[in-house]
């Protein structure tokens, strides 16, 4: 099989295809050299080195002053002018920057922040199992189950009032059809535009948002970023706007297709969903860990390299860019034996779904097991008998591992 990891075709390929393809990766001696298209309109600049075993990826992870973030986490670089615009996500940004928004915004995801939105996480549940009931079983588990819970959370913890959920559930809408790569220029570029409308239109709201909670402080985050913490650091206008864009992409599809492959994982494998069912409280975490290495929601960041340095034989330049696919690593059999069985009693715990051991692991990976946690628990108790139809329509991407739709019934 002709392997190029820059090429549309590839990513159009049946998932277990690309897996196979990985393997073959993977039993290469050293990382390998992709010549990467350029893509219009995108400055895609020159190759990458692909890291595709979990050793490599872990090593970059932890090693950022010379596996740097800048001047940004994916791939291909949007243009500069996307920067002044949208302001910078701090997964683009090396520290001291990315300590001190670090520092701030982790406030969000203290245990107490997520304690306290359990009760809220509860009834979303609920509620969505309610709604699923009373449409009848034969719909769409994405739209239907998946895709509610994520944004509802978000919004939650932001604080963001009733009235304007309406207007940040349409932009969402239009700003996740816009993933990863493109079949065509002219639909590129529509998707673009319509995705950056989407996320300044949501950056002004949540400002305004902000600016209310400066003047009249309420218990909620967005009261709290925009209010010095006790070292005095707060937000700025600019950076909270930049952060609820980043959590809105960082903490909803990822969310969403967790659950939705899982659901699929559960239904394939009918012996792991018995063990499941038999002791939910005991074997819920170790299968969200196995269901996140198995998906990899998430399947590649880059990052660039900031001086010379030899990585098992390969001498790297500054200036290289290295893309670490998290997918590939954790399919790494010489650290997950017989990695492409769903297994949710291995030891899946050193798994880089949330990325590796580094500054930038995945700030929202417990408020994702809550959310997973819950649903799954909510399904399962009021709908025993649920249960995928058919294949997943996923989304053509070389970013997010996303289905667009799943057939399901209960
Ligand atoms: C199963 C669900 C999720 C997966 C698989 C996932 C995956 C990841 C990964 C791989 C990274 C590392 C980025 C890098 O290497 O540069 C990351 C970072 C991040 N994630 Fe998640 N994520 C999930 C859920 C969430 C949720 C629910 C939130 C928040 C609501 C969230 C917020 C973030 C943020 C803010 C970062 C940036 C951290 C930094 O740069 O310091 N994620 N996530």
């Known amino acids: 099989m002709d392997i190029d990891l820059a090429d549309l075709e590839f990513w159009r390929r049946p998932l277990k295809e690309r897996h196979e393809a990985f393997a073959r990766l993977r039993e290469l001696d050293r990382p390998v050299f992709f010549t990467e298209k350029r893509v219009p309109l995108l400055r895609s600049g020159k190759g990458f080195y692909a890291l595709v075993r979990h050793a490599d990826v872990v090593e970059a992870s932890r090693n950022p002053k010379v596996f740097s973030s800048e001047p940004a986490a994916s791939s ?66 994405v739209t239907q189950v998946a895709a509610r819970l994520p944004i509802h959370v978000i919004c939650d913890m932001m604080g963001v009032p009733d009235e304007l959920r309406e207007r940040v559930h ?25 995705n950056m409308l989407a996320l300044l239109a949501l950056q002004r709201m949540v400002i305004d948002l902000g600016r209310q909670r400066a003047k009249e402080p309420r218990g909620d985050l967005v009261s709290a970023l925009v209010t010095a913490n006790v070292d005095g650091e707060k937000l700025t206008d600019r950076e909270l706007g930049s952060f609820f864009a980043l959590l809105l992409v960082a903490g909803n599809e990822t969310a969403r297709n967790t659950m939705a492959h899982g659901i699929k994982l559960l239904t394939d494998n009918p012996e792991q969903r018995r063990l499941l069912c038999e002791d939910f409280e005991g074997r819920i975490g170790g299968a969200i860990e196995e269901m996140v290495r198995y998906v990899s929601p998430i399947m590649q960041f880059r990052r660039t390299v900031t001086e010379d340095y030899d990585l098992r ?38 798994h880089v779904g949330f990325g590796g051991p580094g500054p930038h692991f995945c700030l929202g990976a417990n408020l994702a097991r809550q959310e997973i946690r819950t649903m799954f628990r909510e399904l399962f108790t009021r709908l025993p008998g649920i249960q995928t139809v058919g294949e997943p329509e996923l989304l053509l991407s070389n970013f997010d591992n996303s289905v667009r739709s799943q057939k399901f019934t209960f």
Not at 92 to 104: C, F, G, V
Not at 171 to 193: C, E, I, K, N
Not at 326 to 333: I, K, L, V
């Open 76 to 141: 291909p670089e949007p243009p500069g002018w996307v920067k002044h615009v949208f302001g910078e996500s701090m997964v683009n940004m090396d520290d001291p920057r990315h300590a001190r928004l670090r520092r701030i915004v982790s406030r969000a995801f203290s245990p107490k922040m997520l304690s306290n939105l359990q009760g809220d996480i509860d009834r979303a549940c609920a509620r969505i199992v309610d709604d699923v009931v009373a449409a009848g079983p034969g719909g769409d588990f």
């Open 170 to 194: 349409r932009h969402v809408d239009v700003s996740t059809a816009y993933t990863g790569v493109r079949p065509s220029l002219g639909r590129t570029v529509q998707m673009a535009a319509s």
């Open 313 to 350: 034989g390969l001498h790297l330049k500054p200036g290289d860019k290295v893309v670490l696919f998290y997918g590939s690593a954790n399919r790494d059999e010489t650290v997950f034996p017989d990695p492409d069985r769903f297994d949710i009693t291995r030891d899946a715990k050193g």
